[in-house]
């Protein structure tokens, strides 16, 4: 897990900017009374007056794991009982007032969760759209992927014509709001009609065979690391993650590797890491483990394909897995049955097996489709989501579609909020973990040295207490990191006029 964040969103810019941050290490011989009572290094803030700015977040409502069946909750409750250890730590503050009521309230997760952004989408919509959407975004999340824009037929749907436009009002979007961008992706070998944005028409139309000559070989390689380099070098120190493959094991998406060999998968990332040194480098595959309804490739398969790759020094930073959890022909006809799920049991080993290649875990695409009927989906998101969050290699989770209105698979009502922008039955189990159960939002009463200990989950945080009528607060981050050990909240000396 990164212990630095390399944004913070917007609502928490203002506060940030209008705190008097002193930002300094103390310890037991330092000076002062507060400082004395520090044990190690704290970071010093200084209170601003006025009461925060705090988000109202949908709290949801649990589902019903009993619908599960007991071997899946038993790995449901080890991954909770692993969590704590994994995602929260022992918060420990002092402020200059003893006795004082201080409300602590988390406004944003440590961890990485994050969704789509594909501007077009909100085009003819309701003007509204955009707006509710980037606010609802900025509350639950802290990623934005690119979902289609950057991918090489929308780039240059002509040959030798890159246009960033699309992909560029995204990023600016997203930075804007504050959010980490990833790029998706570099390499994905979809054929049409199967994807219309994977390959552009005329390169399909260019090399219809498989059998190249060598020059056609060496032409496609060019064409390829063209789009490849000219990609990540337009965002070069923009993206924090790019999705250089995808689905370079899927029986489907082999058009690159049956035209130019699996070499190609090393190449791309040996020809992205040329062109930005710094960012994440990401082996994007789904697993016949979540449902796909094809036999190939396994966890296993992935495993064994990244650890390859590692020992040829491929530069890959983290497993991206696929979670669409749906039956893959459902993706070409929504007619199909989806009655059927992933079995939490067999998907928490193939978790495991993925973690063996010693490399974070991403999750990506998420999408709770599979089944249909809404108790049991729901009890299957917030069993996944539970999973992930116990498990110490997963790092990230993007949702593909938390507002049905724009997500790309909407015929399947996948949305957190519906295209009213009511909350859905798994969006209510999803919500009442993210907004409830792991996040930190306590009142608790310091001691008469001002000191206060409670276990908090990782994350962006408002600190508010009331002297003599008047409010002040702090914005704080609590970071997995070994360098601080605290906080120390000062309140303001008001000076007369």
Not at 29 to 48: F, K, P, Q, R, T
Not at 93 to 98: A, G, N, T, W
Not at 320 to 338: E, V
Request: charged share 20%.
């Amino acid at each position: 897990m990164r212990a630095v964040r390399k944004m913070l969103s917007k609502n928490l810019a203002f506060l940030i900017a209008a705190a008097a941050i002193s930002a300094c290490s103390s310890n037991n011989s330092g000076s002062g009374d507060a400082n004395a009572l520090h044990s190690g290094n704290y970071i010093e803030l200084m209170a601003v007056v006025g009461m925060p700015v705090l988000p109202t977040l949908p709290q949801g409502r649990p589902a019903n794991l009993a619908l599960l069946e007991p071997q899946e909750r038993e790995v449901v409750a080890a991954a909770d009982a692993r969590a704590a250890d994994i995602r929260s730590t022992t918060l420990n503050l002092s402020v200059d007032q003893p006795n004082i009521e201080v409300t602590i309230r988390q406004v944003r997760h440590g961890f990485t969760f994050g969704f789509p952004i594909e501007l077009k989408r909100f085009t003819h919509r309701d003007p509204e759209d955009l707006q509710w959407y980037t606010a609802r975004m900025s509350e639950h999340f802290s990623l934005a992927v690119l979902e289609s824009d950057a991918k090489w037929a929308v780039v240059e749907p002509n040959e030798g014509v890159r246009d960033f436009n699309a992909a560029d009002e995204n990023v600016a979007w997203a930075e804007e709001n504050g959010f980490q961008v990833k790029g998706h992706t570099l390499l994905w070998g979809l054929p049409m009609p199967l994807s219309g944005a994977a390959l552009p028409k005329w390169a399909e139309d260019k090399f219809p065979s498989t059998d190249l000559s060598a020059a056609e070989t060496a032409e496609l390689r060019g064409l390829l690391k063209a789009f490849i380099q000219d990609s990540v070098a337009h965002f070069k120190g923009r993206l924090a993650y790019w999705d250089v493959t995808n689905e370079t094991l899927q029986p489907l998406a082999q058009w690159f590797i049956n035209r130019l060999g699996p070499g190609i998968v090393e190449d791309a990332y040996v020809w992205a890491r040329e062109m930005d040194p710094d960012v994440e480098l990401v082996f994007n595959e789904w697993i016949v483990e979540v449902f796909t309804g094809f036999n190939s490739p396994t966890a296993a398969d992935v495993r064994d394909r990244v650890m390859q790759l590692q020992a040829a020094d491929v530069p890959i930073a983290a497993i991206g897995q696929q979670g669409h959890f749906a039956p893959t022909l459902a993706f070409a006809d929504p007619t199909q049955d989806i009655s059927g799920r992933t079995n939490i049991v067999e998907y928490a080993d193939a978790l495991d097996i993925l973690a063996e290649a010693g490399l974070p875990i991403h999750i990506t695409e998420t999408n709770f489709i599979a089944p249909e009927e809404p108790e049991l989906r729901a009890a299957q998101a917030e069993a996944l989501m539970r999973l992930w969050w116990g498990h110490p290699s997963v790092e990230m989770v993007v949702f593909w579609g938390p507002w049905n209105k724009v997500a790309g698979r909407d015929e399947f009502n996948v949305g957190f909020w519906d295209d009213d922008r009511a909350i859905t039955r798994h969006g209510e189990a999803v919500f009442a973990l993210l907004n409830d159960e792991w996040r930190t939002n306590v009142t608790v009463t310091a001691d008469a040295d001002g000191q206060i200990e409670l276990t908090a989950f990782y994350g962006d945080y408002i600190a508010y207490w009331t002297v003599d009528g008047t409010t002040y607060h702090v914005p704080f981050t609590v970071e997995n990191t070994d360098d601080v050990n605290g906080f120390a909240f000062q309140t303001p000396i008001e000076t007369a006029p």
